[in-house]
């Protein structure tokens, strides 16, 4: 009895294991079959986008893939694919902290509408390798929402593929992932014409560089400014009137100016055209430019802040960059933080910028974006109030900066281009 017991018990677990290798083979097979066909859906470049966008690109069901593979056997490139999928879909809910900017389609219309634009951005001046590495850095790690650019950097090529690559530029994902991403782009000198026709076919070519032009949903920018004042006025109020126009038609949501002091700014208002939505200067407490800020508040003009890396040279305030550090200790943060916590406070877009050619160049572009920001606590009154003293009226020539211009344009120390009108 007992060894026929024996026997059958064998019998059955012989069964039951021959069944489960069946189950396994038939799972195995089901995989692979499902694997092959999600093969061409994956051939598209990784999402590194938030959680919703992730999921309506279809990405969900790439995800579960993970869970009963192991990336071993993936088709090459498809474990790159996957994990950053998985990261997209792990990603929370982001909304960046906004400013609003004044849209104004006609200039005489007693209505007026807003465009929403992150109070941080991403700036690729200086920047001139590791594009690619640079966007996703900002995009996905430091939960950046707003890429800084301009014809002059040279770089809008690479960075058009890196944001087609990644599906927001791209007229082969859903038009609603274009929302995902801020685009301003600045036009360069050699970009201003007296003929508004030649302005504007200066632009739509960078556009086409950034995103696919056929598709008018993904193809416009946020955000067009002239990037510097320094042409003459026929070129200056051209170009400005070609921005206009290109708004009219769609493919500029909004238009500023950079580096424009009070001289150029009332050219814009003598000639009735409407003020620009925004002025980007280099602006920090050391060169806070105060008739520029009282003219923005009197035409209802936002302010953005850029290029802070030569404030700590040796052309850079010495006295003051000390108490900017004391500041930096005492709360735990980095002197680029507290610069950027400063203009939140203001109520100032701002635009770091870093590259990715060391972990410290990497790690900066998060540690200056909005997440890694966020993180410090408010500047108290008291701070604010010593950071605001420091100004020295810092000029351009003096601290070497080149954004937007030449070697050939600075005339010496005493040089800026918001006096250049």
């Known amino acids: 009895i007992r060894s026929n017991a024996r026997c059958a018990n064998h019998q059955f677990m012989g069964t039951n294991t021959t069944l489960l290798m069946r189950k396994m083979l038939l799972f195995l097979l089901l995989t692979c079959t499902l694997l092959l066909t999600l093969t061409n859906a994956l051939t598209t470049p990784p999402l590194i986008l938030p959680r919703r966008e992730a999921i309506e ?23 790159e694919q996957l994990t950053n999928i998985a990261n997209a879909l792990s990603r929370p809910n982001y909304n960046p902290e906004t400013i609003e900017l ?7 219309s007693m209505s007026m ?18 594009i690619d590495e640079c966007v996703k850095l900002a995009l996905f790690s430091g939960n950046v929402e707003m890429l800084d650019v301009a014809s002059q950097y040279g770089t809008n090529a690479e960075i058009g593929d890196s944001l087609k690559s990644i599906g927001l530029t791209s007229a082969d994902f859903p038009k609603s992932l274009r929302k995902l991403v801020f685009l301003h782009h600045k036009i360069s000198n050699a970009d201003q014409d007296v003929d508004v026709e030649v302005v504007k ?50 493919l500029v949501k909004a238009v500023g100016v950079c580096n424009y002091g009070v001289g150029a700014l009332n050219e814009i208002i003598d000639a009735g055209l409407p003020a620009p939505a925004i002025n980007q200067l280099e602006l920090s407490p050391f060169n806070q430019h105060k008739d520029v800020i009282q003219w923005a508040n009197d035409h209802d003009m936002q302010i953005s802040c850029a290029s802070w890396s030569k404030l700590s040279s040796v052309n850079g305030p010495q006295d003051g960059w000390a108490i900017l550090a004391d500041i930096a200790k005492k709360k735990d943060a980095t ?28 790690f900066a572009i998060v540690e200056n974006s ?28 003096h601290l070497g900066r080149r954004d937007g211009w030449e070697d050939s344009d600075v005339t010496g120390d005493s040089w800026d281009p918001t006096e250049f009108v």
């Open 57 to 79: 690109a279809g990405a969900a069901l790439a995800l579960q893939l993970t869970t009963v593979t192991t990336t071993s056997f993936l088709p090459e490139g498809m474990s």
């Open 102 to 108: 004044r849209v104004n389609v006609n200039a005489k």
């Open 113 to 130: 509408s807003t465009l929403s634009m992150p109070t941080i951005g991403y700036s690729f001046y200086k920047t001139k390798d590791k």
């Open 201 to 250: 076919k200066n632009v739509k070519r960078e556009i086409a560089k950034l995103a696919d032009y056929q598709d008018r949903d993904k193809a416009f920018l946020d955000l067009c400014s002239i990037h510097s004042p320094l042409t003459d006025k026929e070129r200056r109020l051209a170009s400005y009137r070609a921005l206009l126009e290109l708004q009219k038609e769609g």
């Open 335 to 362: 002197k680029a933080q507290i610069l950027v916590r400063w203009a939140l406070q203001k109520g100032y877009n701002c635009v770091p910028r870093s590259s990715a050619n060391s972990k410290i160049e990497k």
């Open 370 to 397: 909005l997440k890694g920001v966020k993180r410090i606590e408010h500047l108290t009154d008291e701070e604010m109030s010593i950071l605001d003293g420091l100004d020295e009226q810092l000029k351009a020539g």
